[in-house]
């Protein structure tokens, strides 16, 4: 069995029953073997066996009252995987099907995704299985503070600075910054994502989004190609869906499609960013009442998704941009955009392409840009507003998206020269797991067995 192989076995049978992790695992430790083969310092550093295994994990009881008076109890998580090259950096979920399988596993990703922007930062995660839908503003806040009163403990400016994801928005970051401060009586920058109004940084609610973008737009211009024009396909509905579609706008595409966990709406004629700005940032309802404004449009409900896989897929279009979830593109989505004429995968979300799917974009050789590369102008604004924070300044919006069109440029070079470098033209999966692993690497043998 090869060094790899097993890490990847002693890891299941130590840490049991966390599927996705094990798939994000795999997917970066496969594309390894070029980097490992002929160089032994690796092995005899034990790097992957440190590599896989989170510096320190915090599971803690998050108890709150509800509006009825009845106590509710959540689990909490803060994962602080690998501090090699700063503070640990990503951020919260607040959804119901989080577990410590999907923390670690996001976790996992972001200490590569880190790596990838040539920032100072390590890499982290946290979240709750808590569902913020259909709670009210006081139930919102009451559970943020429960769940600051234990994380205050672990976190700081220079040690570990969560921001958000899905479920958490500024709200919740206020509500959170909030009891961090009476906690401790310090003004400090110690979660990413504020409010504009104290200490947050502009472009940061569109880092993520307009840099998926960017970097599909680096791809294309890579092969010669160019977005404009480009019909694209969206999924989700969320802060990354939302501002991906914005810009998509911006570079003369044609976005058609979004979608939410109810259901998945297809617009020929281009989807109404303002309007779908009022339902999911305003109102917080489902996508299904897009329909009363555009009778034009046509909504899928979840109900009628084909058995294997998510309907946005199976709409013919020249790009795709997937924004909710992890595993939300199966083989059969990625065969159908295939088959449709797709030229090019920009992932906004984190893992949203199964590993069987990756396999196929990578096989087609079309231009596939992983989460981990794609997605990376999020973390990387965030470090934007931490550097801001520090210095006591504040950037113009021309001035942090410029840096952000900068750093996607150079996560893409350094995905593609790495590609390039190890005879794999163009496969950016490998690209982007070797960059951002020998970043990584080296920095863990230069500072010893810690
Ligand atoms: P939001 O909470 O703003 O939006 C998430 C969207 O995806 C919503 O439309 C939601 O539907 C849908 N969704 C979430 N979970 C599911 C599910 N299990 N099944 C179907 N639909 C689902 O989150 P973000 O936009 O911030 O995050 C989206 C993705 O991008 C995640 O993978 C996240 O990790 C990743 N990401 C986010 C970054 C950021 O800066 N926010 C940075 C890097 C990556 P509904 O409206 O019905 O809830």
Redesign the pocket.
């Known amino acids: 069995m090869t060094y790899v192989h097993q890490t990847i076995s002693d890891l299941k049978r130590t840490s049991p029953a966390q599927s996705e992790f094990y798939q994000a695992v795999e997917e970066v430790l496969d594309s390894l073997g070029p980097v490992l083969e002929g160089n032994d310092r690796y092995q005899k550093q034990a790097i992957i066996q440190r590599i896989v295994e989170p510096e320190r994990q915090i599971m803690f009881r998050v108890p709150w009252v509800d509006d009825k008076g009845n106590i509710q109890v959540n689990k909490g998580y803060r994962v602080e995987f690998n501090s090699a090259l700063g503070p640990y950096k990503g ?1 919260l ?1 607040f ?1 119901p ?1 989080v577990n410590a399988s999907i923390i670690k596993f ?1 976790g996992f990703e972001q200490i590569f995704k880190n790596a990838l922007t040539g920032l100072p930062i390590g890499g982290g995660k946290g979240g709750a299985n808590f569902d913020p ?1 259909g709670r009210s503003d006081g139930e919102i806040m009451r559970f943020c503070q429960s769940f600051m009163t234990e994380l205050y403990r672990h976190i700081g400016p220079t040690t570990d600075v969560p ?5 958490v ?1 500024a709200r919740e970051i206020g509500y959170m910054f909030g009891q961090y401060k009476r906690l401790t009586g310090r003004y400090e920058g110690v979660l990413t994502g504020k409010s504009l109004l104290w200490g947050g940084s502009l472009v940061r609610k569109e ?2 989004g307009y840099g998926a973008v960017y970097f599909a737009q680096y791809m294309l211009e890579a092969r010669g190609g160019l977005l404009e024009g480009k019909k694209c396909l969206i999924s ?6 939302i501002y991906t579609i914005e810009k998509l706008y911006q570079l003369g595409a044609i976005p058609v499609s979004c ?4 259901g998945t709406i297809y617009h020929q004629a281009g989807i109404d960013l303002d309007l779908l700005k009022e339902l ?1 940032e305003v109102r917080g309802v ?1 996508l299904v009442e897009y329909l009363q404004k555009h009778s034009d449009a046509q909504y899928i409900p979840k109900s009628d998704y084909p058995a294997d896989g998510h309907a946005v897929w199976r709409f013919k279009a020249d790009a795709a941009f997937p ?4 595993n ?1 593109l199966t083989l059969e989505d990625a065969q159908a955009l295939l088959a449709n004429g797709c030229v090019v995968v920009s992932e ?3 893992m ?1 392409s199964t590993q069987a799917a990756v396999d196929a974009f990578i096989e087609a050789n079309i231009a596939y840009g992983p ?1 981990k590369a794609a ?1 990376a102008g ?2 990387a604004t965030s470090q934007l507003e931490m550097a801001q924070n520090a210095s006591m300044q504040n950037w113009t919006f021309e001035q942090v998206d410029d840096k952000l069109k900068v750093i996607m440029k150079n996560i893409f070079n350094a995905a593609n020269d790495t590609a390039i470098e190890f005879g794999q033209p163009g496969n950016l999966v490998l690209g982007a797991n070797i960059a951002g692993f020998r970043r990584v690497a080296e920095a863990m043998i230069e500072q010893g067995v810690v």
């Open positions: 951020g979920r959804h099907s996001l839908k921001a958000g994801d899905i479920g928005g880092a993520t989700g509905a969320g802060n990354v869906a979608s939410d966990s109810r999911k489902s924004c909710a979830t992890q939300e906004g979300a984190n949203p989460g997605n999020g973390v």
